[in-house]
């Protein structure tokens, strides 16, 4: 994919109209370059910081610009992110409404009635426990799913501080080669169970 992309590159107008050019009808190249007092050859001001896809520098994420808006009301935003070419899978995004703070979004797959929900990478912001007991609500009355399970990796240096954290909130160690997740050698993955009351399925 890279090598197709530097291909066209290499062949963009751009690099042709460099080949094509005759260095005879180019004097200027070949006169002798003078001293030139002044320039250094750095710039003059700093260059602004990078934009990098997918973040903002600060280990926050940005929210998928073509994501649509699923659901709101006045504690969270829920997008759907536009599912790739003949999946079953639905990529969403936990948003919770915050005027203070460092925002915390939740990026999750639902699969069936399983929701996967990743843990994002650094210390959870202040605030990120209420955000995902949002989530959880709205796993259970919204998406009726089964399942919430939670992902993260297994050399993050809060591991335990998680473990706890979550199983605080009813989530239980996944053993691997549950049929459930995916089997990642780096990941490692919690399950909460939503029981339903026999008057929910009325």
């Known amino acids: ?51 990098i896809p997918g973040g903002r520098g600060n280990d926050q994420r940005d929210r998928n610009l073509s994501a649509k808006l699923l659901f709101s009301d006045a504690h969270l935003l829920v997008f759907e992110e536009p599912p790739p070419a003949n999946s079953r899978v639905r990529f969403l995004l936990f948003e919770p409404r915050r005027s ?14 399983n929701l996967y929900v990743e843990i994002p990478p650094g210390a959870l912001p202040e605030g990120s426990k209420d955000g995902f007991a949002l989530l959880l609500e709205f796993a259970e009355e919204q998406l009726q799913s089964d399942h919430v399970f939670i992902c993260f990796h297994k050399n993050r240096d809060d591991r335990a501080p998680l473990l706890r954290t979550f199983s605080f909130l009813g989530f ?26 026999s008057s929910d399925d009325d």
């Open 1 to 51: 994919m890279v090598k197709s992309h530097l291909q066209t590159i290499l062949n963009s107008h751009c690099f042709a109209r460099e080949k094509e050019r005759n260095p005879r009808t180019m004097p200027v190249v070949e006169e002798p370059v003078t001293r030139v007092r002044g320039l250094c050859g750095a710039p003059d001001a700093p260059l602004p910081p990078l934009k």
């Open 100 to 113: 203070e703070g460092k925002q915390c979004l939740w990026r999750a797959a639902l699969k069936g009635a």
């Open 172 to 197: 239980e160690i996944v053993r691997p080669g549950h049929p459930l997740v995916p089997s990642r050698a780096d990941a490692f993955f919690m399950a909460y169970s939503i029981e339903r009351d």
